[in-house]
């Protein structure tokens, strides 16, 4: 079973678009668990228990983990293999570089750590991104807009009539690669409708609800491709929403929130 | 002592602008050598003895390290702690998110890795790398053009009279950050040019000569800059440069070779 395959199996038997994002700071773990690697792990092992009927998908995020050294890569492999089978992991760790150097990244995530897909970096080109497209019951998310204020800088630079984002997205959608997908910012607001209406069936990974305040209403509308699948993610604002021993408990208060609101407005769509 | 000391003086001290790329793939060790980590790192420690009197900086690709897995991660820190102390690392890791992930990857190079300098990926915009940059005494390298084919995708549209590459150069040279400077392919041949007259004083990390065929007379002309500063980047054609048990031995010439190509080329300018 392919990415695609698996993702659209979890969204329909946990009726849930909510892709919950594992950013785990050892900084931030509540106050009764000691900051060790193996509370890292006790802490997500509790988030998925509590979660894994109410999200589509699960994100890791590879740059808390290799704040950890070694032993982060490690505690990222266990969490992978904690997350049941059937829902999809998304290793989100923006990799870019050249071809030679994107198949070891490639093999990094989908052999070593065994992820479901990753997201990675356009500014290489598209050849630069094959090695991961390679992998065909993979699926690689290629970062159109991010969600933060820096987007702004490149992102937005108008290259003739159009955006730079809006070329790049043309660019990746022309190569016809099947198992590609976009990361678009929630902050984005709209524009997540340009990228949209160029993509056809894309499918959308959408970062920066909650800590970030991105729009949930505008990332669902836009964000939903025909087959009714979006990856609409929250991380800070569902993992760390208590600091205390009921942890895992809000966790899933908060999640089920989210997926009931995201659900609200497909209903309306 | 920060980055930029400690890389001019590792010139000086070995008259070299050389950096050597230790992107070993455990596929492609000396047929004498197993298939294992230990051997990764013996077959590191053979080419850093056999050439830590000719170059001025050592370069890790982390990809070749992530794909073996957590051990990757341990050779990755034990092959910079075999590297003498007077030699700066520079970790090639290409790196991008947004601040608040940037941040862990800079804490993961700088810290957990312990690099002297890092690689990164501009597309998240300038605010998004001031993490790295935050590390005074490191040093942050920007990729301005990429020595790989899809370098032309998107590095080259044209926004408005410019290449999309000299308007992120210029945006990054107005920051004004003392410790950034630009990762500049040698196979874009005199392109170099067009980055160093935007770029007065900025260090140029140029990689792509050797395996990758860049022309090594442009990166010299064209990299260096008035402190008589440029890391010349060769990996592939020096470490494997015998595949037999003289493999230090052939790989110390050929750096040899490289280095006084470079210094023939400087004392012509």
């Known amino acids: ?22 950013d785990t700071d050892i900084e931030k773990l509540p106050s009764h668990l000691s900051k060790t690697p193996e509370s890292v792990i006790d802490f997500n092992r509790s988030i998925i228990e509590a979660t894994s009927d109410i999200v589509c998908a699960y994100k890791v995020n590879s740059a808390f983990y290799e704040s950890m050294g070694a032993v982060g890569f490690e505690i990222l492999k266990s969490t992978i293999e904690i997350i049941p089978d059937w829902i999809p992991v998304v290793l989100d760790s923006k990799r870019s570089d050249i071809a030679s150097s994107a198949r070891m990244y490639a093999k990094a995530a989908f052999v070593e750590i065994g992820a479901d897909a990753i997201t990675v ?38 290259c003739g009539d159009k955006f730079l984002f809006q070329i790049i997205a043309e660019k990746f959608i022309s190569a016809g690669f099947e198992n590609l997908g976009f990361v678009v910012g929630a902050t984005r607001g709209t524009d997540i409708k340009i990228v949209r209406e160029l993509s056809g069936e894309k499918l959308f990974l959408i970062p920066g609800i909650g800590a970030q305040a991105g729009e949930i209403e505008s990332a669902v509308r836009y964000g939903i491709n025909d087959e009714k699948a979006v990856l609409i993610n929250v991380s800070r604002a569902i993992i760390y929403a208590s600091s205390s021993t009921d942890f895992a408990e809000r966790a899933r208060e908060k ?8 659900n609200k407005i497909i209903e309306q769509i």
């Not at 698996?6 to 594992?22: E, F, P, T, V």
């Not at 999640?255 to 995201?262: C, F, T």
């Open 1 to 22: 079973m392919n990415f695609k395959e698996k993702l659209l199996r979890a969204i329909s038997k946990n009726n849930s678009l909510l892709c919950l994002g594992l």
């Open 121 to 158: 970096n356009p500014y290489f080109g598209v050849e630069a991104i094959e090695p991961f497209v390679e992998f065909k019951n993979k699926f690689t998310f290629v970062t159109i807009l991010s969600s933060n204020p820096g987007a702004f800088d490149f992102q937005y630079l108008k």
């Open 255 to 262: 999640a089920v929130e989210y997926k009931e609101k995201i």
